[in-house]
């Protein structure tokens, strides 16, 4: 029966020959996919890889509601109230009349 030390030998050198085995078949692969590629002229777009993605359009900002008559402050109506606005129950002496 083979000691510890000869089977981890053994065990590091298969691991070895599985790594080189493994690169020589990945150079195959790609280059079959290659020939492929050019034989065919396939776009990445057809193997379902996507181009640089535009980023997002940004929303406009929204238009104001609300306005401070003292100091022409103004306020959308959405996220948190200004302080000027913040507390009151009825706005609507501020709300801009379009």
Same mark, same amino acid.
């Given at each position: 029966?083979?000691?510890? &030390?000869?089977?981890?030998?053994?065990?590091?050198?298969?691991?070895?020959?599985?790594?080189?085995?493994?690169? &020589?078949?990945?150079?195959? #692969?790609? #280059?079959?996919?290659?020939? &492929?590629?050019?034989?065919?002229?396939?776009?990445?777009?057809?193997?379902?890889?996507?181009?640089?993605?535009?980023?997002?359009?940004?929303?406009?900002?929204?238009?104001?509601?609300?306005?401070?008559?003292?100091?022409?402050?103004?306020?959308?109506?959405?996220?948190?109230?200004?302080?000027?606005?913040?507390?009151?129950?009825?706005?609507?002496?501020?709300?801009?009349?379009?």
């Amino acid at each position: 029966m083979p000691s510890y &030390k000869q089977l981890t030998a053994q065990l590091e050198k298969l691991h070895k020959e599985v790594a080189a085995a493994r690169e &020589k078949e990945i150079e195959l #692969a790609i #280059a079959e996919i290659k020939e &492929k590629i050019a034989e065919y002229d396939i776009t990445p777009e057809e193997l379902g890889f996507s181009a640089k993605r535009a980023p997002a359009p940004r929303k406009k900002p929204l238009p104001a509601r609300y306005q401070n008559p003292k100091t022409g402050e103004t306020w959308s109506g959405r996220g948190r109230a200004p302080g000027w606005l913040s507390g009151l129950k009825n706005r609507d002496r501020f709300l801009i009349k379009e």
